[in-house]
């Protein structure tokens, strides 16, 4: 059973996560998310304490206080900080995406409120930069946005005109405005259950679903479908929030039953029916390969990586 929400674990300082951003960015920090069986894996291969940032911002490992030097008053009497065995422990998380610090929680993501970062999020970034081209945007709206990953890595190599974060989970909006604030960009941001809630007109909306069969975790629960559901719901809700010639760009993961992928199908001919320009592409054919033993995948051969372009006529 995944634990509820914690509301003392819940509560996000933005603006100390701000500047622990911007603290380690002057001290040279980088650090890339891994999944969370490798994360697992190098953590269990060596349980010595941290001795750098990265191992305590990174890695998420135990730490005494003379590791952080100047950082740990602050950000203990923020409460990102936690007891762990006579030691201390981060309650966030820090990788670097595109030259971006963004902050996401700690490890391992077990609330169901937990805000992720990893390899998806690296793919979801890549493939956007490769259909959006660098040219100005106008309204972009990042409807699941978690820590805010595609919206701030868009809005940092082209301008954006106007940029909104959406997402059901409050936490992840939070992370969003910290990461945000560091990276100095305008955003707004709700909370929101629908692409098109908050926002009419959007020249471009950009996603990223959850589609991990009955995870009961908010960032990756895709549910029905083998979990490819959330994905053809959030494209069909999507269009309604485009404006004329707007588009919609969005990575997710979907099951291949028996060689055929079904959410290609499924979205191509309701995309056909709608008079809109469709295009799809497999971006990675094997991932989270470790979910096919879970009774929801029995007939599942393989997960792929999808790329998904909609747009509307001008």
């Given amino acids: 059973m995944t634990p509820s929400p914690d509301p003392a674990k819940s509560a996000v300082d933005e603006a100390a996560i701000r500047r622990l951003i911007v603290a380690l960015r ?9 999944t969370p069986e490798t994360h697992r894996l190098v953590l269990d291969r060596d349980r010595a304490p941290a001795q750098t940032l990265r191992d305590v911002f990174g890695w998420n490992r135990p730490f005494a206080p003379e590791v952080l030097a100047g950082l740990f008053e602050d950000l203990r009497a923020a ?37 992720f970062l990893g390899p998806d999020s690296y793919r979801f970034v890549r493939f956007l930069d490769a259909v959006v081209g660098r040219q100005p945007l106008g309204v972009v709206v990042d409807f699941g946005a978690g820590a805010g990953v595609g919206g701030l890595c868009l809005a940092s190599t082209r301008p954006v005109d106007r940029l909104v974060l959406t997402d059901v989970n409050p936490r992840a909006l939070a992370f969003a405005r910290a990461n945000a604030a560091a990276a100095g960009t305008p955003i707004e941001t709700h909370v929101a259950e629908r692409p098109g809630a908050h926002v009419r007109g959007a020249d471009l909306i950009i996603a990223n679903p959850p589609f991990i069969a009955d995870s009961g975790k908010a960032y990756s629960d895709g549910g029905g479908d083998h979990g490819a559901g959330a994905a053809l719901d959030w494209a069909k809700d999507a269009v309604d929030g485009l404006a004329p010639a707007g588009r919609l760009v969005m990575y997710t993961g979907s099951p291949i039953v028996a060689g055929r992928d079904r959410l290609r199908e499924r979205l191509g001919q309701w995309a056909t029916a709608q008079g809109l320009e469709f295009g799809y592409e497999e971006i990675d054919p094997d991932i989270f390969g470790s979910t096919l033993d879970q009774p929801a995948y029995a007939d599942v051969e393989r997960i792929a990586a999808v790329g998904i372009r909609l747009a509307k006529a001008g």
């Fill in 79 to 115: 409460g990102l900080l936690e007891p762990s065995g006579g030691l201390w422990r981060s309650r966030v998380r820090v990788a670097e995406v595109e030259g971006l610090l963004l902050a996401h929680s700690s490890f391992p993501t077990d609330e169901e409120d937990a805000v």
């Fill in 26 to 34: 002057e001290r040279g920090y980088a650090f890339t998310a891994v």
